[in-house]
DNA sequence: GCGACTCTACTTACTGGTCAGTAAGGTGTC
DNA sequence: GACACCTTACTGACCAGTAAGTAGAGTCGC
């Protein structure tokens, strides 16, 4: 009994991988078990035993986000701040690469359609990235590396709702996103202007 | 005969006018037929006859955005840019008010889900709102009464971009719009710091 | 000034597809 | 024999879209 091959745990983070990949290219209400059942080779009441509810399956996803964001915050805690922020930046590109958007994009978008279960959630996921973004902007500041108008609140905050528009605005005109960061790095006194 | 109670072209505004906020609230894939033909008191094939495919009222409503948006724009056309920029925020508001998002908010997230000819349209108007925020700042600069580091390009879009996520954080925290907008004015010298 | 025709703007009634969700049964493993 | 992990088979709701019919208002010939 390896416990890398349980198929327990495999089917169920099969399931999860394929969910996320669509809620992010599709968003939640435009993907169905279907989509998972079909392509996973298994048929539909199979994503049903692991996720009764699809709401369950939304909030699971939404739940392994932020697990797995507070160990990339926590993985780079040491890193100084204009690396944390270069980071953030290839994040987005991989997301732009892959031609999707940042789960809080797709989630806040949506949010009026979204069970209040998944709402809650979101909130939460929500407040720690752009919390988040204001720490690295603070840290920046104080360590000298990072000058600005402003507070560190309106700052950051600032640079993730850019950062989130610039991902959705980034599928239809592909300088959107870089243009954004480079904008992004010039505010923040990282590059000479 | 009054053309103004033409019963042709007011069932037909008033879809779209019905449309148009179940689309800003909740999304194009997440309103029926049913949801208007309901609250308009018709039914369900009354809409097909106006709009035959929901793709024909997709298009209809995005290119009545575009033709709005333009006579907006023109109508502000004489206003100092510092003026066109606080109409922009009020816009902003308003939507937030109704707990609406803008939009090329909605329809760049949705943009996978969309018919081609729904994208089409999109793209163009997107296109169209980011030159109208590039322009602002670009006048703004030339006429002295804006300061800020880089290009009028990368200046406008981050303000469009981070307008367009602000608007859709909002939603979750009621601070984010207001925490933007003062944040842009600060990078746009149009305050004391 | 009146019947015949036509057009707009709907209606009723329906189809086929997709959806989330459920119940009951099977199969292999500890 | 109990449990995890599926399957088959189904339900009811909702969806976009269509076909055929109709009420009323305007138009035309005469």
């Keep these: 009994m390896k416990p890398e091959t349980d198929a327990r745990t495999d089917t169920r983070k099969k399931i999860l991988d394929l969910a996320e990949v669509l809620m992010l290219s599709r968003g939640f209400n435009a993907f ?5 059942s079909g ?23 939404i739940e392994r986000y932020r697990r797995r964001f507070a160990r990339y915050v926590e993985a780079q805690a040491e890193l100084p701040p204009p690396a ?6 290839s994040l987005a590109d991989t997301y732009y690469n892959k031609q999707q958007i940042c789960p809080s ?51 950051g905050t600032i ?8 991902l959705q605005l980034a599928r239809l005109d592909g300088t959107a996103l870089d243009e954004v960061k480079q904008q992004i790095r010039l505010l923040l006194g990282m590059v000479q202007a």
Tied chains: 1, 2.
Excluded: C
Aim: charged fraction near 20%; proline fraction near 4%.
């Design 105 to 155: 994009g797709i989630l806040s978008a949506e949010l009026h359609t979204l069970p209040p279960e998944m709402r809650q959630s979101t909130a939460s996921f929500v407040e720690e990235m752009r919390a988040w973004a204001v720490d690295i902007v603070r840290r920046g500041q104080a360590a000298g590396v990072m000058h600005y108008l402003g507070t560190p609140e309106g700052m």
């Design 84 to 89: 944390q922020l270069d980071r953030y930046f």
């Design 159 to 166: 640079v993730f709702a850019a950062m989130q528009g610039s």
């Design 39 to 61: 392509e996973l080779g298994v048929r539909n009441a199979a994503i049903h035993y692991h996720f009764p509810k699809k709401t369950d399956l939304g909030v699971a996803l």
């Design 32 to 36: 169905s078990y279907q989509h998972i």
